[in-house]
């Protein structure tokens, strides 16, 4: 069994700044992609950025240049660090990750959310 724990989301003022974490555990041989997805109240959720193995990354243009993600493949953990919020980015994000488990399969999974809040 495999779990992503997501935390750091919070109420911040437009232009602050705002770390995300996310940790995989459980049985993990490996993960993969690991990625940040948002979703706003009526708006469908979309990938916001994503990083592999490797530390490759993409990021949805309207985040490029304020957003950064990284991760620590020694602790399956992968970090969202926000900065010039604005409202715009408000919204539940999702952590994600590619792992293949120690039984061999590998899938998407999904962490619980955290709430962003972006109000002055």
């Known amino acids: 069994q495999v779990q992503l724990v997501e935390s750091g989301g919070e109420l911040v003022q437009p232009g602050g700044s705002l770390r995300l974490s996310c940790v995989a555990s459980g049985s993990i041989f490996s993960v993969n992609v690991m990625g940040w997805y948002r979703q706003a109240p009526g708006k469908e959720r979309e990938l916001v950025a994503a990083?592999?193995?490797?530390?490759?990354?993409n990021y949805v243009n309207s985040v490029k240049g304020r957003f950064t993600i990284s991760r620590d493949n020694a602790k399956n953990t992968v970090y969202l660090q926000m900065n010039s919020l604005k409202h715009e980015d408000a919204a539940v994000y999702y952590c994600?990750?590619?792992?293949?488990?120690?039984?061999?399969?590998?899938?998407?999974?999904w962490g619980q959310g955290t709430q962003v809040t972006v109000s002055s």
């Open positions: 994600n990750a590619r792992i293949r488990v120690l039984a061999g399969y590998e899938r998407d999974y």
């Open positions: 990083i592999t193995s490797g530390g490759s990354t």
